[in-house]
């Protein structure tokens, strides 16, 4: 079972950019459709963007449409979130999920898709 760390995280002013990556080991890491998830205290956890086994197909929360570019390397059995042109309001816990899917280009936007989640990383981002 494939298990996910996280990493890349940290404090950037607004405007500024992060990268982050999330490892997987111990799974066959192309079985699974990935997304990236993020929560602040007091507010549920939402989808930031999710992107299908294959990587040819992704998908965006409106808020990270433009600014957010969802990745994923299977040889290195890694994805990536690359968040440019951050705001305040992207302040939050990150966290990468990887969830079995069926088809090559299939993602899912729900969290009860993804059984195997990452221990999560800290964005903040100041004005």
């Known amino acids: 079972q494939v298990q996910l760390v996280e990493s890349g995280g940290g404090l950037v002013q607004a405007g500024g950019s992060l990268t982050l990556s999330c490892a997987a080991s111990g799974g066959t890491f192309t079985l699974y459709a990935a997304a990236w998830f993020r929560q602040t205290p007091g507010k549920e956890r939402e989808l930031v963007a999710a992107i299908s086994r294959s990587g040819r197909r992704t998908f965006y929360a409106e808020f990270a449409k433009g600014r957010f570019t969802i990745s994923r390397d299977n040889a290195k059995t890694t994805g990536y979130l690359q968040m440019n042109s951050l705001k305040p309001d992207d302040t939050a816990v990150y966290y990468c999920?990887?969830?079995?899917?069926?088809?090559?280009?299939?993602?899912?936007?729900?969290?009860?898709?993804?059984?195997?989640w990452g221990q999560g990383t800290q964005v903040t981002v100041s004005s």
């Open positions: 999920a990887a969830g079995v899917a069926v088809s090559t280009d299939n993602y899912y936007l729900g969290e009860n898709a993804y059984k195997h």
